[in-house]
């Protein structure tokens, strides 16, 4: 079985919604329901899921659905992978490491930020929502080429 790792660059889990969308649980097509998209459990924007790995589920093919972001360490995630690969003997076939290569936007960045007071919660929402709007085909292009396999993976 397969395994799809999404990273990215980023504070906001830009990353994991690229996972989503190619787990099914996001939309490829137009933009996600608003609703929809701020039930999934990693856009809790104020807890800090930085740097751990998230778990999408699987698409339809079976291969498991990864996500990690990792601010200012995109080398260190490739290091940490490969010391993975050979510490536990794993065929590289069987691990697709996928960056985003998507950036925060301002947007994104202060809705983090104001999501994570009660008080300013909803505007916080309000900006991230129109900064995944900005990203959004962008990641779901991405997540098209993955699936037909013409991403460039290490």
């Given at each position: 079985m397969?395994?799809?790792?999404?990273?990215?660059?980023?504070?906001?889990?830009?990353a994991?919604?690229?996972?989503?969308?190619?787990?099914?649980?996001l939309?490829?097509?137009?933009?996600?329901?608003?609703?929809?998209?701020w039930?999934?459990?990693?856009?809790?924007?104020r807890k800090?899921?930085?740097?751990?790995?998230?778990?999408?589920?699987?698409?339809?093919?079976g291969?498991?659905?990864?996500a990690?972001?990792?601010?200012?360490?995109?080398?260190?995630?490739?290091?940490?992978?490969?010391?993975?690969?050979?510490?536990?003997?794993?065929?590289?076939?069987?691990?697709?490491?996928?960056?985003?290569g998507?950036?925060?936007?301002?947007l994104?960045?202060?809705?983090?930020?104001?999501?994570r007071?009660?008080?300013?919660?909803?505007?916080?929402?309000?900006?991230?929502?129109?900064?995944?709007?900005?990203?959004?085909?962008?990641l779901?292009?991405?997540?098209?080429d993955?699936?037909a396999g013409?991403t460039n993976?290490p």
């Amino acid at each position: 079985m397969r395994k799809i790792i999404y990273f990215s660059d980023s504070k906001f889990p830009l990353a994991a919604l690229a996972g989503a969308i190619h787990a099914g649980l996001l939309t490829a097509e137009g933009k996600p329901e608003r609703g929809k998209l701020w039930e999934l459990p990693f856009m809790n924007l104020r807890k800090n899921k930085e740097g751990k790995i998230i778990t999408l589920g699987k698409d339809v093919r079976g291969s498991e659905i990864f996500a990690i972001s990792v601010k200012g360490e995109r080398g260190m995630v490739y290091r940490l992978i490969e010391s993975f690969l050979e510490m536990y003997k794993i065929k590289e076939g069987e691990l697709r490491l996928i960056d985003s290569g998507i950036k925060d936007n301002w947007l994104l960045l202060a809705g983090l930020f104001l999501c994570r007071s009660n008080f300013l919660s909803p505007v916080g929402r309000l900006l991230a929502s129109a900064g995944i709007r900005k990203a959004y085909g962008r990641l779901a292009k991405l997540v098209q080429d993955v699936k037909a396999g013409l991403t460039n993976v290490p």
